[in-house]
Every structure is written in structure tokens, then in C-alpha cells.
């Protein structure tokens, strides 16, 4: 059973920048991705990015291309999600998710679910 755990949120200023973690335990499937998702107070949950298990291959949600950048360190088994430029409209609770094999853009075919961590840009 994977085991996800987010930091790293909180509360700043529009234009700053925030960078949350994922850490992973558990994990026994060779081939997976890893992704972020946001969900925004009364909104569906949306994509952010996503990251291969090898890092070769990251996919992001046109809205934060050029401002987040995902990344991971399997050393630590961590996945990062570096945002700047923050705006209020990236405000949400931030999840980490994984599934194994290939990447998918739906938070449906996700099965395994950090217990989020909420970011809040100010104007």
C-alpha cells in the first residue's frame, strides 16, 4: 500500500513562491507517475503536473507552465513541486497522487492520495 505525505504549503503573497513534497513509502510497482492536483474551495479537483518514475517525462497544466516546475529525488523517494509567480488563483489544498504505469491526465484513474496541503496566495 503506497503511503503519500505532502509539506510545504502555506500562505503567501502573490509573486512569491512555495515548494511542496511528496514523500512515498510503500511503493511496489516498477513503472508509475506521479502527480499533483489542486482543488479550490467549491471547484473540482483539477491537474496540475505530472512526473515518470524515472523523471525523464513531466506534463503540466497549461495554467502554471513556466511558473511550477515538478521534480523527484528517488534517493529520498520524494516528489517536489516547485511554484513561483504565485497567483490567488493557484490558491487550493494541493494533493499528491500516484498510479502505476502510464501517465493520465484524470484524477480518477489515480489510486493512492496524499492528505493534501493547503496552499493561499494573497493579492
Known amino acids: 500500500q503506497v503511503q503519500l505525505v505532502e509539506s510545504g504549503g502555506g500562505f503567501v503573497q502573490a509573486g512569491g513562491s512555495l515548494r511542496l513534497s511528496c514523500a512515498a513509502s510503500g511503493r511496489t510497482f516498477r513503472s508509475y507517475v506521479t502527480a499533483w492536483f489542486r482543488q479550490a474551495a467549491g471547484k473540482e479537483r483539477e491537474f496540475v503536473a505530472a512526473?515518470?518514475?524515472?523523471?525523464?517525462?513531466?506534463y503540466y497544466t497549461s495554467s502554471v507552465k513556466g511558473r511550477f516546475t515538478i521534480s523527484r529525488d528517488n534517493a529520498k523517494n520524494t516528489v517536489y513541486l516547485q511554484m513561483n509567480s504565485l497567483k490567488p488563483e493557484d490558491t487550493a489544498v494541493y494533493y499528491c497522487?500516484?498510479?502505476?504505469?502510464?501517465?493520465?491526465?484524470?484524477?480518477?484513474?489515480?489510486?493512492?492520495w496524499g492528505q493534501g496541503t493547503q496552499v493561499t496566495v494573497s493579492s
Open positions: 497522487a500516484e498510479k502505476e504505469g502510464s501517465y493520465r491526465y484524470a484524477y480518477t484513474t489515480y489510486d493512492y
Open positions: 512526473i515518470s518514475e524515472n523523471g525523464g517525462k513531466t
